[in-house]
């Protein structure tokens, strides 16, 4: 208590740690300010030419933080002049703390949108791309195309980069000086240039800048889930709609079901149960559920019983145009194009009797923790990052610095009503709402799911109260209905208000009534008309819901987060707007039920809370409190678990994303497949003949076995091995003597071009196809990692251990398989750049043809030495100098059987003139 006290006097006395912070800030500005006169005078030209002396200047030498306080003033000079708009002292102090690399808390209305423009400009001086990072392509696009005209003015290049977008658009974007894009756009790129053949058809260049908008909503609400690409894995669609017909068939007596964990199992009832429905389907294999046999029947029966119990229509997805659509529980939007990952989607779409998509595997995959991490520079801007502020350090390292308003907060914010019932909480709802209507005051209702704010909606109809309603079923009207919402008297009802970006302001939105009631107006005078008119209605109805008491926020029930309440709530009073602001609580509402303390109904009837009324109290919002804080802690370590494995992942990732990159920029790899091939050879030597061991525990057959596997070699090794005094070594030499000589044989046939491209692509595609393998085994072993606990082992270190184990059997099976494909190539391609379309398209294999160098009996038993392999060609031609005639077999000579026949009939020479009869 002691200690308390004195945290309050000193911070009385001295000021808190973030307020010192801002002082510090505000003495920037006050340079800045001393050059708006100076740029006010200068001609556009001369404002224009402030970016060249800018590069200049830092070309010579000088720092981006020597440049600040010209540049900002550049900046807001330029914006009075493009957009009318001239950013506040406090405006200044958000865009420095963006340049220093930190979150910007900044309350809804002060405009984060423009503070943006003064650290993008100035550290895009250096020519090395600055992304702005916000969470829809509709604001993607509206920002860019608003402050692209400041950009446009200094000189700067913007681009942005959405959904749809070709791979040209998209590198013509990422090359511009400022890039806007979604984070999911700029992680999904990354991956899928991690993908690519060639680094020309790569899009995006390294990473310099980063701020990212919504920072809370991207980087902790957001990253509870990885960035997944995959592909299509064997189609079990039928599985997935028998094993759906059986879920129905139980109750909750057979499962055991954690609301918190958001988990479900079935007991031993339940798991008898489903045996006996499998059996009767003709599903079950062996005597129970669990044999070895069923382990895919296992996985199947999970997700459908997941898919039916945890996933709520309407609430967590919706169904629209023959698909299951994710809804984001932090926006409320549908999230076009994601799909979940193990079947789980799959399990949904035979619940709801959709088409069934094929089973996806995992390509490629990254946490938008390490993605983010990746960006030298990193900021962010949010109206709610506080709460989050240890998240943010421990993960990020980014320190929060909270930013005064510039005009103080007017809105009263109501303590919480809580009520018994949920139909009692509605019914004080609605006449809330009437009151407001009554005093022609907007109030915006804002619910947690789609499911939710269509009840309200019906409760609205029923008392005849007209209303608007914004949830991922009208995504498309947003703007609109957003613009309506602080119209005298208008009910707007929201799924979720984080990330809408567009301000609901008092008395209408100005813009976006004169783009729509203009659209379509060619004549000049009539649209001064109309903008005149629109402008005076605006005016009047502004003054009505002022004198009404502002924009009147409800919140129907508290999220599990209390930025998502914070960011509700900030929707009124903006600038120093009027508002106020109330939650309805009910006992039954899924946040109290699931996390509340069971002491809080009885606390409630301690205080004679009676059916239809409601209590406020203090002790009870503190309790709502502790629930939410519960749940934020909850999902803080959900996101730690789940960053800890994926940065073990993340090591191999880097490692396999820069390998590629190398072998991309290089023309000629020989040298590395030369090393494949030497450590293959050693590995097989080893493994045969080991060290320090007596010639008869060497094992030939198999040495001579696998050469002939992997590098197509039939070679005489049986007997060297049984050589007087043969070593080890020796046996190594002549080995990688007759590989070397094979390779150059190969290389005057083909042609050196004609190899190195074939090498480079194999190797490459090779990489790919061994890393999607490896994911998969990894998240197979993720999956059944917690189960070492009860061995009283740490799963993350067995995770580790194992996982490094198989990264080295992952670049051991790379090795060996990119070996055994070029030793067995044939090609009959007449140009190296054919190998250009195929690492355009990813490589077909079908172009290549396997070949096993013919070596007869006589010559193994003959002994052939490692100097004479270069004799043994894999055939020779009668006569080289012959001219083979297509009607003539006689001059056709030792044809190869994969060769095309010199008939001419298109066949391979075993399926035509060569055939076995």
Known sequence: MRQEYDNKFYKKIFGSANDRLVKRYFKIVEKINKFEDKYASMSDEELQA??????????????????????????????????????????????????????????????????????????????????????NDYLVQRDAAWMGQIYNFLGLSYGCIVHGLTDEQRRTA???????????????????????FRLGDMVQRPFHYAIVD????????????????????????????????????????????????????????????????????????????YDVQNIGLVHHVNQALRAHILFTRDVDYMVKNDKVMIIDEFTGRMMEGRRYSEGLHQALEAKEGVTIEMENQTLASITYQNFFRMYPKLAGMTGTGMTEAGEFEEIYKLSVVDIPTNVPIARIDHDDEVYLTAAEKYQAMIETIKECRRRMQPVLVGTASIEKSEHIAKLLEKEKIPHQVL?????????????????????????????????????????????????????????????????????????????????????????????????LRGRSGRQGDPGASKFYISLQDDLMRIFGSDRLDAMLRRFGAKEGEAISHSWISKALERAQQKVEARNFDIR????????????????????????????????????????????????????????????????????????????????????????????????????MDAALAKERQYGVEMMRSAEKSILLRMLDQCWKDHLLMLDHLRQGIQLRAYAQSNPLNEYKREAFVLFQEMLHRLREETILIISHLEMHVPDPSVF?????????????????????????????????VKTFPKRKKANENVVIDPNDPSTWGNTQRNALCPCGSGKKYKHCHGALT
């Open 50 to 135: 402030q970016t060249g002396l800018f590069k200049e200047r830092l070309a010579n030498g000088e720092t981006l933080d020597d440049i600040t306080p010209e540049a900002f003033a550049v900046v807001r000079e330029a914006s009075k002049r493009v957009l009318g708009m001239r950013p506040f002292d406090v405006q200044l102090v958000g865009g420095l703390v963006l340049h220093s690399g930190q979150i910007t808390e900044m309350r809804t209305g002060e405009g984060k949108t423009l503070v943006a423009t003064l650290p993008i400009y100035l550290n895009a001086l250096t020519g090395k791309g600055v992304h702005l990072v916000t969470v």
């Open 174 to 196: 990422y090359n511009a000086d400022i890039t806007y894009a979604t984070n999911h756009e700029l992680g999904f790129d990354y991956l899928r240039d991690n993908m690519k």
């Open 214 to 289: 919504e920072v809370d909503s991207i980087l902790i609400d957001e990253a509870r889930t990885p960035l997944i690409i995959s592909g299509a894995a064997e189609d079990s669609s039928d599985l997935y709609a028998q094993v759906n017909l059986i879920i129905p068939k139980l109750t909750p007596e057979h499962y055991e079901k954690d609301e918190k964990q958001r988990s479900v199992v079935l007991n031993e009832i339940g798991i008898e149960r489903v045996e006996e429905l499998l059996r009767q389907a003709d599903l079950l294999r062996g005597e129970t559920l």
């Open 471 to 567: 949830n991922a079923r009208y995504h498309d009207k947003e703007a609109l209905i957003i613009a309506d919402a602080g119209y005298p008297g208008a009910v707007t009802i929201a799924t979720n208000m984080a990330g809408r970006g567009t301000d609901i302001k008092l008395g209408g939105n100005f813009d976006v009534r004169v783009a729509n009631e203009t659209a379509g107006v060619e004549d000049e005078q009539e649209k001064q008309k109309i903008i005149q008119r629109v402008r005076k209605e605006i005016t009047q109805n502004e003054a009505i819901v002022k004198e009404a008491g502002g924009l009147y926020v409800i919140g129907t029930e508290r999220h599990e987060s209390r930025r998502i309440d914070n960011q």
């Open 640 to 739: 730690k678990h789940l960053l800890r494995y994926d940065d073990v992942m993340n090591d191999q990732r880097k490692v396999i994303y820069e390998q590629r990159r190398d072998l991309m920029d290089v023309a000629d790899i020989s040298e590395t497949i030369q090393e494949m091939r030497h450590e293959g050879l050693e590995t097989a030597v080893r493994k045969f003949i080991p060290e320090n061991s007596l010639s008869e525990q060497w094992d030939g057959e198999g040495l001579q076995h696998d050469i002939h596997r992997i590098f197509a070699l039939q070679l005489p090794i049986i007997s060297w091995t049984n050589e007087e005094g043969i070593t080890e070594r020796e046996i190594l030499g002549r080995l990688t003597q007759a590989v």
């Open 836 to 868: 250009d379309s195929i690492l355009g398209e990813g490589i077909n294999f079908d172009k290549f043809e396997e070949q096993t160098p013919d070596w007869t009996e006589s010559d193994i038993e003959a002994g052939a030495s490692s100097a004479d």
